[in-house]
């Protein structure tokens, strides 16, 4: 009987599972696949794949190309540093300006809290390119940020704010803050307020209360939020394309470049490989760190 009931309800999840693993195998593994076996293959005469077996893809990147038909150049590790620079320097803006707020919005009343997480997620409402082309409005050296500090006689020539890496860094974490929020806001609305009141009975003040209590039982927020926001942020090309111009150039770019136009499809699956093993480093870490802090908070006995 035990096993009959087991069994119906392991057929019971298959089937609700079903749609999602149908969904995720035809739209992700298998054009994951396809990218795998095309970073393996020499590049295409005029185009495309040539079905020969090819690892010089990832030499011109590594630095194991045979010198002949590949050369290996260090900018494209160069690219690829940057993006990792940038994506993490993204991530830790992001978590400056969303943890002080999720903070305070965790704490405030529950008529008020739905509505603060609607203004968070209110930017989805409006196209990204719109949102972006917006940003370089006023960070154009004729935009209303110039114009202000110009009128106050502040500065005496526009600054060049546009196409730079800090437009690029800017208009990341304007897209990604909600990425961010949410999980940090998640973690913090499930603290037990009776740990954060019990140290204030032991004499702890608000500083130590916050860095023993309140920091590390939301560190899974903060890990779970820093992934979130790093892993689009290392393959974004939008943004550094609209901010960035010609003049910051990162590995996401590069990707499209080789895809559509120098139509060298298994350099570019290469390049799309580095970048998805970076990104399972960075999950495994994750994971390890999450373990690890449910590990401890288990035997405390919190």
């Known amino acids: 009987m035990n096993g009959s009931a087991r069994g119906r309800r392991r057929l019971q999840l298959m089937r609700l599972l079903a749609p999602v693993t149908i ?53 494209y590790i160069q690219i690829f540093l940057r993006s990792v620079r940038l994506a993490l320097t993204t991530v830790v803006g992001c978590l400056l300006i969303c943890y002080p707020a999720a903070l305070w919005v965790s704490r405030l009343p529950d008529r008020w809290k739905s509505f603060c997480i609607f203004l968070i997620t209110l930017p989805f409402f409006a196209s990204l390119v719109v949102r972006l082309f917006a940003w370089m409005l006023i960070l154009k050296p004729s935009g209303w940020i110039n114009e202000t500090l110009l009128a106050l006689s502040l500065i005496t020539e526009p600054f060049d704010m546009l196409f730079t890496e800090g ?6 974490i304007y897209v990604l803050i909600p990425f961010m929020f949410l999980p940090l806001y998640a973690s913090l609305e ?113």
């Open 23 to 75: 969904f995720l195998g035809i739209f992700f593994l298998a054009p994951l696949s396809i990218l795998f076996v095309y970073a393996f293959l020499e590049p295409g005469l005029y185009g495309g794949v040539s079905w020969n077996f090819y690892h010089q893809n990832f030499g011109r990147i590594l630095g194991w190309a045979d010198g002949v038909y590949e050369e290996y150049d260090p900018v």
């Open 167 to 172: 437009a690029v860094i800017v208009g990341m």
């Open 190 to 302: 499930k603290l037990d307020k009776s740990l954060i009141e019990a140290s204030g009975d032991l004499g702890a003040n608000r500083l130590k209360t916050f860095l023993r209590v309140t920091l590390p039982l939301s560190l899974p927020g903060i890990i779970g939020g820093s992934i979130i926001v790093f892993i689009p942020s290392l393959g974004n090309f939008v943004v550094p394309d609209l901010l960035g111009g010609a003049k910051v150039l990162m590995i996401g770019n590069l990707i499209e470049q080789q895809f559509l136009m120098a139509r060298n499809w298994p350099f570019g699956s290469a390049l799309a490989m580095i970048v998805l093993a970076a990104v399972l480093i960075f999950l495994l870490i994750y994971v390890s760190v999450v373990t690890r802090s449910e590990d401890t908070r288990g035997q405390q006995g919190v």
